[in-house]
DNA sequence: GCACCTATTATGTACATGCTTATTACTTTT
DNA sequence: AAAAGTAATAAGCATGTACATAATAGGTGC
């Protein structure tokens, strides 16, 4: 009957997705809409909107009311990535986890931080700078700044035992944030805590996490020289 | 009535982020499930599915049949990366955009490139280099190899006029790919390509586009230094 | 205690239906 | 012809019901 085996919408996106790919719809296309393609395929409208709107989550469909579905001109291709979490990272790799706290003070910080932090002049912030070890070599260098008007309790974190980095994630409920990826020349300081020649392209991290209106940290994480971030399409 | 103000599924997922968020659910916990959800918010459990789904999608929540639905414990929170397509990067970015080639021949692979395609020795794959500019200045510069036996029509194309980048997206339909993001420092070569200096830190793009089993081709685009790649949480 | 089977259970999905909403296309007015 | 108002349409969403599937818990036999 209506049996024509897209009766799942794995199948239903899975046609879609050979439609496109076959170049039987073009980018830029208009496609039949949701009523159309369940008849074709047998099955419910709710069916084919479920794989219509993931693809369109993915980039590959423009989804408008009444204007209908068409094929994404540029197929923006969103990659998913997981942000890495040191340890977990390192203990995935099958190696050692370690970490080594190198100061952690109370201070005003400079020109540049405190403008990503959106702060008065004068407050003071926990400034924190650690070294995560994999294998007891220098794995990453985190440099972070703490809000502590956003988040008080960090003064009483110790910082010694447990990382900045699994601390907040355990201690502090956010919301959003921004990442910047960038490739930096290690300076001399860095070189020094990521046992590296100086000069040397290291993969970076910039983060800032947010609360509503007011910045919980921003950090900079720089990977040791070599270092892979992967992600998939 | 049932109006709780959790009639739709976005306000269901507000609720639940806020009792993450808040630590009413902490990292690890089991949280009800959907039937109860569904009963308190006085709505249809399907919409608890949709609101709950898309959480779990993600990372912030692990879900697994029979067993639950729990807080994730590291909240790994996957970022949403939109691959850069250059030509449109760039001119979103306010800047002209320009391309030269700067060599386009079939040959054979070096061993690591070959590793890459997984190809047969002696096979020839058309190699295509070309530099993307902003405003004049190098922005990019691209080096790419094309399985010609997976995408033969790659052999006509001119790539003088639109980029090997940009006719494979009009071209042909890829499916799946994996994406590498490192630092290099510059060869002599690319920094040539670059104008920079020799030893600049790069950052740089691997990616590999695969259509079932066959490698399509693989590319490593490096950045004029200070590039950075954003993506929010 | 161990291997195997079975019942239970929470999520996952499909469907029919009906309503909502954004946007376009068309019509009317100025 | 331009502006304003209106109807039509396609996606978006909510719901109740039903069944599928995976993973666990508990029991059985050895």
């Known amino acids: 009957m209506s049996h024509n085996g897209f009766n799942s919408w794995q199948a239903v996106q899975e046609e879609v997705l050979r439609r496109i790919q076959t170049h039987i719809w073009k980018p830029g296309d208009l496609i039949p809409h949701e ?16 794989a219509l709107r993931q693809l369109a989550e993915e980039g590959l469909l423009d989804r408008k009311r009444r204007a209908g579905t068409r094929v994404a001109a540029q197929p923006a291709r969103k990659a998913k990535l ?3 979490i040191l340890r977990t990272e390192i203990e ?3 190696m050692n986890y370690g970490y080594a706290l190198l100061s952690c003070k109370s201070k005003a910080p400079p020109m540049s931080v405190k403008q990503r932090l959106q702060s008065a002049a004068g407050e003071k ?6 070294i995560h070890y994999a294998n007891s070599q220098p794995f990453a ?13 960090a003064e009483s974190a110790n910082f010694e035992e447990v990382s900045a980095n699994e601390w ?8 959003r944030g921004a ?12 070189a020094k805590r990521l046992e590296c020649d100086e000069g040397a392209a290291l993969f970076t991290i910039d983060r800032k996490t947010m609360r509503e209106q007011s910045v919980l940290t921003v950090v ?3 990977f040791a020289p070599g270092y892979q971030m992967h992600a998939v399409l």
Chains 1, 2 share one sequence.
């Open 35 to 50: 009523a159309d393609l369940s008849k074709e395929f047998g099955c419910a409208r709710a069916t084919v909107n479920r």
């Open 82 to 84: 997981e942000i890495p």
């Open 92 to 94: 995935e790799g099958g």
């Open 125 to 130: 912030h926990l400034h924190v700078v650690a």
């Open 141 to 153: 260098c985190e440099d972070r700044w703490i809000n502590l008007k956003a988040v008080p309790r």
């Open 168 to 175: 907040l994630v355990n201690n502090i409920p956010f919301e």
């Open 179 to 190: 990442i910047v990826f960038s490739a930096q020349s290690a300076s001399s300081r860095i």
């Open 220 to 222: 900079q994480i720089s």
